[in-house]
């Protein structure tokens, strides 16, 4: 990796599912060591498969590539691959989404992905000076009542997450179907964060703020078709985690240089660049940033000061957060 600008630049990183981590070689390890089929024929097939139209037809390969997690050991390997490419790149601090009812509902247990992630988590923390948080997702377009039964299952784990999420596929679910679950989390002293704008429309980012009290938008770039907000998202000083090549590769926009980023910007939001699912996107938190460098022009210092907000915004203790600045 080269020791550059981007690389060197301390990047802390709001918005990763680490599910959305699993690179196919090491989907054909996991497959090969566990007996699990996979559907396609080599890893260059796999990578040619990565031919998105939209969330869902995302959705449906991100769900089908995790079948290979089935040990603590898997997600261990999961994870810790992940940091080591994340640190080599200068990324500093990791805030990954987790989503237990995709692996529950395969018979994996809670504690099976809890043992292994907070292996790696430990190892990332000691070995590479990476620091970590957890997001406990929910599926929404899973019944909200399943989601209630999550947050009871993480229980046992509960210290370990910082915030509740909300992610899979958007439209049709807004953030109020999940009123009562981040009401609960709230009373349990977790933080709150929900993708929203990314598909569905402007409305559905309200609705995540009034009715879930998120400190963080993921995505959100659908607030540019709202004045309204774009003014009230400014004022709040709400975070949004804006993920450049996820929305590419999605066709949320159909070429960077058309992406709102400059324009949320110059609205005045609290903006940060995030890698998402990097292992299906074609790249993680620096060839995000490289991406925008040279779609926008963008000098050093709005780089930097990118950076810098995500630092502000992280879900980290102080001392952490010093060292960082
Ligand atoms: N959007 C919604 N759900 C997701 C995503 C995303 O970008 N990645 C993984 N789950
Ligand atoms: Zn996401």
């Known amino acids: 990796m080269a020791d550059d600008f981007l690389t060197r630049l301390p990047k802390v990183e709001l918005h990763l599912h680490i599910e959305g981590t699993l690179e196919p070689e090491l989907m054909f390890a996991l497959a090969e060591r566990n007996g699990v089929k996979l559907p396609y024929s080599d890893i260059e097939a796999a990578r040619a498969a990565y031919d998105f139209t939209d969330l869902q037809s995302f959705l449906d390969l991100y769900f089908q590539g995790m079948s290979v997690l089935l040990t603590a050991r898997d997600f261990h ?11 080599a790149e200068g990324v500093v601090h990791v805030e990954m989404h987790i989503d237990p009812q995709a692996h529950l509902a395969r018979g994996v247990s809670f504690a099976t992905i809890m043992e292994g992630l907070l292996a790696a988590c430990r190892e990332a923390r000691d070995e590479l000076d990476l620091s970590t948080a957890m997001i406990l997702a929910f599926l929404r377009d899973q019944p909200a009542e399943d989601a209630l039964q999550v947050l009871e299952q993480a229980g046992p784990w509960l210290e370990h997450f910082s915030a509740v999420g909300l992610d899979s596929a958007e439209q049709g679910n807004p953030p109020s179907k999940f009123r009562e679950v981040f009401h609960r989390a709230a009373e349990l002293g977790l933080a709150r964060v929900a993708h929203a704008g990314e598909e569905g429309p402007p409305t559905y980012i309200r609705e995540a703020l009034d009715e879930l009290d998120v400190c963080r938008i993921d995505h959100g770039v659908r607030a540019i078709e709202d004045v309204e907000l774009l003014e009230r998202l400014a004022d709040e000083s709400i975070v949004l985690t804006v993920c450049p ?15 709102s980023l400059p ?9 940060t660049l995030n890698s998402d699912d990097p292992a299906y996107f ?3 938190m620096r060839e995000n940033f490289a991406a925008c460098q040279r779609a926008f022009d963008w000098s050093d210092e709005t780089l930097s000061w990118l950076a810098s907000n995500a630092i502000e915004a992280a ?4 001392q952490r957060r010093d060292l960082l600045r």
């Open 245 to 259: 090549l996820s929305n590419v590769r999605l066709k949320v926009v159909e070429h960077l240089e058309q992406h």
């Open 77 to 87: 390997d999961l994870a810790i691959d992940y940091f080591r490419r994340a640190a």
């Open 282 to 284: 074609g790249g993680g």
């Open 315 to 318: 879900f980290m203790d102080e």
């Open 263 to 271: 324009r949320l910007i110059d609205a005045g939001l609290n903006i």
